[in-house]
C-alpha cells in the first residue's frame, strides 16, 4: 500500500465508523406493535346484468332482430341510454334439424347493461319480462369512485393502529413516537351475490324490487410506533 492509499484510508475509516455507530435498526430501538382495522360499506353505483336474447325454437319462431328492437324500445321507455350503456358481448348460433327441411339456424345474441341502482334494474327486470325477455342476470356491481374509498378505508386503519398504540403505551406511561414500520397485512373487497334477487312476481301491479348486498371494503394496517 502506498502512503498516500494509507493517508486516505485513516481520514476515511472515523467517518465510516460514525456512520455505523449512527445507525440503529429499528428491532434494537424500544417500539410498541399493533393492528389497526377498518372497514366501509358502500351501496353499488355500477351494476352490470347480462341479456341474453335467443330465437325460439319452435314453430311461432321471432327473428331475434324483433326481439333485439322490442328490448331496445322497452329500455329506452325505462330511461336506459342504450348507445353508452348497453353493449354487445357475443353473437352466435345453432343448428336445429328439421325432418324432411334441413337444418334451421337459430341465433342468440349476449349484452351487457350498465344501471346505477337497483331501482333501475328492478325496472329493467320487470319491464324486460313483460315482453317476454327472461334471461337477464347479476354480473357484478361495484362503485364510481372505489379507489378513493380504498384509500379512506387505509387511513381509517392506520389511524385505528395509531390511537391502540396511543391506548395501551399510556397504561405504562410511555409516550409513542413516530412509526417505524407499517406494512398493509391484507387488501380485502369482497361482495355477496347472494344477497340480491326478486321481491314477487313481475305479473303483480306492485313495482318488483331487486335488492343487493352492500360492496365491503376491508383492511387491517400492521405498525410498530417507537416507545419514548
Given at each position: 500500500?502506498?502512503?498516500?492509499?494509507?493517508?486516505?484510508?485513516?481520514?476515511?475509516?472515523?467517518i465510516?465508523?460514525?456512520?455505523?455507530?449512527?445507525?440503529?435498526?429499528?428491532?434494537?430501538?424500544?417500539?410498541?406493535?399493533?393492528?389497526?382495522?377498518a372497514?366501509?360499506?358502500?351501496?353499488?353505483?355500477?351494476i352490470?346484468?347480462?341479456?341474453?336474447?335467443?330465437?325460439?325454437d319452435?314453430?311461432?319462431?321471432?327473428?331475434?332482430?324483433?326481439?333485439?328492437?322490442?328490448?331496445?324500445?322497452?329500455?329506452?321507455?325505462?330511461?336506459?341510454?342504450?348507445?353508452?350503456?348497453?353493449?354487445?358481448?357475443?353473437l352466435?348460433?345453432?343448428?336445429?334439424?328439421?325432418?324432411?327441411s334441413?337444418?334451421?339456424?337459430?341465433?342468440?345474441?349476449?349484452?351487457?347493461?350498465?344501471?346505477?341502482?337497483?331501482?333501475?334494474?328492478?325496472?329493467?327486470?320487470?319491464g324486460?319480462?313483460?315482453?317476454?325477455?327472461?334471461?337477464?342476470?347479476?354480473?357484478?356491481?361495484?362503485?364510481?369512485?372505489?379507489?378513493?374509498?380504498?384509500?379512506?378505508v387505509?387511513?381509517?386503519?392506520?389511524?385505528?393502529a395509531?390511537?391502540?398504540?396511543?391506548?395501551?403505551a399510556?397504561a405504562?406511561?410511555?409516550?409513542?413516537?413516530?412509526?417505524?414500520?407499517?406494512?398493509?397485512?391484507?387488501?380485502?373487497r369482497?361482495?355477496?351475490?347472494?344477497?340480491?334477487?326478486?321481491?314477487?312476481?313481475?305479473?303483480?301491479?306492485?313495482p318488483?324490487v331487486?335488492?343487493?348486498?352492500?360492496?365491503k371494503?376491508?383492511?387491517?394496517?400492521?405498525?410498530?410506533?417507537?416507545?419514548?
Amino acid at each position: 500500500m502506498t502512503r498516500t492509499a494509507l493517508i486516505i484510508l485513516i481520514i476515511l475509516s472515523p467517518i465510516f465508523t460514525f456512520a455505523q455507530m449512527g445507525t440503529k435498526n429499528f428491532i434494537d430501538q424500544n417500539f410498541i406493535e399493533v393492528t389497526g382495522n377498518a372497514e366501509l360499506e358502500i351501496v353499488p353505483d355500477l351494476i352490470y346484468l347480462s341479456i341474453t336474447l335467443r330465437e325460439a325454437d319452435g314453430k311461432n319462431r321471432t327473428p331475434l332482430a324483433i326481439t333485439e328492437q322490442a328490448m331496445m324500445s322497452k329500455l329506452q321507455e325505462i330511461g336506459i341510454d342504450v348507445e353508452e350503456d348497453l353493449t354487445v358481448n357475443d353473437l352466435s348460433s345453432r343448428f336445429r334439424t328439421k325432418l324432411f327441411s334441413g337444418s334451421q339456424v337459430l341465433l342468440s345474441k349476449e349484452y351487457t347493461l350498465l344501471v346505477a341502482d337497483a331501482p333501475t334494474a328492478g325496472k329493467v327486470y320487470e319491464g324486460l319480462e313483460q315482453i317476454g325477455i327472461s334471461n337477464v342476470n347479476l354480473l357484478r356491481f361495484d362503485h364510481s369512485k372505489m379507489d378513493e374509498l380504498k384509500l379512506q378505508v387505509k387511513i381509517a386503519a392506520i389511524r385505528d393502529a395509531q390511537q391502540k398504540a396511543e391506548n395501551l403505551a399510556k397504561a405504562i406511561n410511555q409516550p409513542i413516537g413516530r412509526a417505524i414500520h407499517i406494512e398493509e397485512l391484507s387488501n380485502e373487497r369482497f361482495s355477496d351475490k347472494d344477497g340480491w334477487g326478486w321481491d314477487g312476481a313481475v305479473s303483480r301491479a306492485a313495482p318488483v324490487v331487486v335488492d343487493f348486498a352492500d360492496l365491503k371494503l376491508s383492511y387491517s394496517i400492521q405498525a410498530k410506533f417507537e416507545l419514548n
